[in-house]
DNA sequence: ATTAAATGTACAAGGTTTTTTACATTATTA
DNA sequence: TAATAATGTAAAAAACCTTGTACATTTAAT
């Protein structure tokens, strides 16, 4: 498990988006998204935002804070 | 350059804090602060919101989006 | 002017994120 | 049911983040 949980397969299916398309929009690739839907690992900042953009949302809203470091 | 730029000098000024304290509250070295504030890397994810639960603020206040990946 | 505190910087080592390639499984549609 | 799309997963390599130690410079206090 990572420090941080996120909603990007909620919101991502809600904008009926693919793994593959988001990857694109995102310029990483599909198992990156992957990976970071199932929480094998938290994403850059950098890919934070770029996410948060694409799900027209904020990171503070895509991704919840958790307790462990 | 970075991907991301941030007020976090300027919101720990605000509270007087030193690198070194602000460090501590986020279970970080001294030195990374440091380089976080003078954009030698973004932090991770997690101690973003580590830096922004400090500072009493949120993630997206306190990194500015940028445009390089 | 001296001392102490705070900040800037460097470098090697270790940990984490991301990529590429490749294949397996699950869902969707014809 | 068969074909196709979407998703899950793996392993090695590259890229990036963080640490520890150590020292130099700047700022603040005495």
């Known amino acids: ?11 991502r299916k809600v904008k009926k ?6 990857a694109k929009l995102c310029n990483v690739s599909r ?19 770029d996410l948060a953009k694409s799900l027209e949302t904020t990171v503070d809203e895509l991704f919840n804070e958790r307790k462990t470091r």
Request: glycine share 2%.
């Open 31 to 49: 198992q990156t998204i992957n990976a970071i839907e199932n929480n094998k690992y938290d994403p850059s900042l950098s890919l934070a935002f």
């Open 1 to 11: 498990m990572i420090g941080v949980q996120n909603r990007i397969q909620e919101l």
């Open 17 to 22: 988006l693919t793994q593959d398309e988001i």
